[in-house]
C-alpha cells in the first residue's frame, strides 16, 4: 500500500490524547488557537497544516511541558517561595521548570526526547551568541544537566567552560536539588538557599581570590 501522510487532524487528536494522558485529565481541553492556556484548558500554538518537522517538536514539548505544570506544579506553593526581585524570581521560576520536566522524564524516554528538542531548537533561536552566554543562562543549563541529568546541545557547550564562582557554589546544591525533584516545597526551599548562595559568590568579597 502506499504511504498516505497523516491529515491535520489526526496529528491534533494524537497530541491532544498524548497531553491528557501525561496530565492525567481524561477531561482537559487541548486546543490549537496559540492563545493563553487556562484552567483545565491547554492552547498550543495554532495549527492549519502539516507543520515541518522542528515545529511540530516544539509543539509537542511545550504540550509535554504544560501536561506536566498540571499534573506535578502547585501555583500557591510556587508563589508562597517565590521571591519579588524580578532576577531572581525568573531563576526561582526556571528551576522549577526544571524539576517539572526531570520528575516527568523519569522512566519515558519519549516524553525526555520531546522536551529536549523543543528546548535546543528555541534555544537556537533565541540565544544569538553562543560563545557569549549570560550568567543566568549558565546557570540554568547548569542545573538542567545536574537536576534533570538533560543532554546540553553543542552549541551551548561553551556554558560549561571555565565555570565562575557562582556556578561553583551553586554545583552542591543541585545535587541537593535532584534528589528533591518529587516535592514542590522541599527543592522550592533549595531553590532560595542557591539563589543566596549566587547572590553571596557574586559580591566582591564572596568572588574568587
Known amino acids: 500500500m502506499p504511504h498516505t501522510e497523516p491529515s491535520i487532524t ?3 487528536n494524537a497530541i491532544a490524547a498524548a497531553t491528557r494522558a501525561l496530565a492525567g485529565k481524561p477531561d482537559l481541553q487541548v486546543e490549537f488557537t496559540g492563545r493563553n492556556s487556562q484552567d483545565n484548558i491547554i492552547a498550543l500554538p ?3 497544516d502539516i507543520p515541518p518537522p522542528e515545529a511540530l517538536a516544539i509543539i509537542r514539548g511545550q504540550a509535554d511541558n504544560a501536561a506536566l505544570f498540571i499534573r506535578h506544579h502547585n501555583p500557591e506553593t510556587h508563589q508562597q517561595f517565590r ?3 524580578s532576577t531572581t524570581a525568573q531563576l526561582f521560576d526556571a528551576l522549577e521548570e526544571i524539576r517539572i520536566e526531570a520528575l516527568g522524564s523519569v522512566d519515558m524516554q519519549g516524553v525526555k526526547h520531546n522536551l529536549y528538542r523543543c528546548f535546543e531548537l528555541q534555544s537556537m533561536q533565541q540565544i544569538l551568541n553562543h ?3 549570560p550568567l543566568l543562562e549558565k546557570i540554568k543549563l547548569h542545573a538542567r544537566k545536574s537536576i534533570g541529568h538533560s543532554p546540553i546541545p553543542d ?3 561553551s556554558a560549561f567552560d571555565k565555570p565562575t564562582s557562582e ?3 551553586a554545583l552542591p546544591i543541585f545535587a541537593k536539588m535532584q534528589k528533591h525533584i518529587d516535592s514542590q516545597q522541599e527543592f522550592a526551599n533549595l531553590a532560595i538557599e542557591l539563589i543566596d548562595v549566587i547572590t553571596q559568590a557574586a559580591r566582591p568579597d564572596g568572588a574568587d581570590n
Open 83 to 85: 521571591p519579588a526581585q
Open 131 to 133: 560563545s557569549d552566554i
Open 155 to 157: 552549541f551551548l557547550a
Open 167 to 169: 556556578i561553583k557554589s
Open 10 to 12: 489526526t496529528v491534533k
Open 46 to 48: 495554532a495549527l492549519h
